[in-house]
Nanobody
Framework: QVQLVESGGGLVQPGGSLRLSCAAS????????MGWYRQVPGKERELVAD???????????NYADSVKGRFTISRDNIQNTVYLQMNSLRPEDTAVYYC???????????????WGQGTQVTVSS
């Protein structure tokens, strides 16, 4: 099985910063992509940012329009870890943030999505 362990959520004032981290481990052959989604009550889970896990590429992230210029996703392929640096946080960023990984598991089969347990981010004064 594959496990995703998240950390870094919490309470922050508007304009503040947080850094989320997610480490993947377990029975996997390769991670193709890791990213972050968020969800608030009554709305669907939405993509925040993701990044390919490929040492042959520059690894630029993809971002939701609502976070462009404020959030930065980065990767550490040695640690199988992805980070989300969140700056200039706004109350509307409040949500449960979920780590996601697109993984080729062991034994080798089709690419499979795995999810972390979620971490709460609250932006409030």
């Amino acid at each position: 099985q594959v496990q995703l362990v998240e950390s870094g959520g919490g309470l922050v004032q508007p304009g503040g910063s947080l850094r989320l981290s997610c480490a993947a481990s377990g029975s996997l052959f390769r991670i193709n992509r890791m990213g972050w989604y968020r969800q608030v009550p009554g709305k669907e889970r939405e993509l925040v940012a993701d990044i390919t896990i490929d040492i042959t590429t520059s690894g630029s992230g993809n971002y939701a329009d609502s976070v462009k210029g404020r959030f930065t996703i980065s990767r550490d392929n040695i640690q199988n870890t992805v980070y989300l640096q969140m700056n200039s946080l706004r109350p509307e960023d409040t949500a449960v943030y979920y780590c996601n990984a697109l993984v080729m598991p062991l034994p080798i089969s089709g690419l499979t999505n795995y999810w972390g347990q979620g971490t709460q981010v609250t932006v409030s004064s």
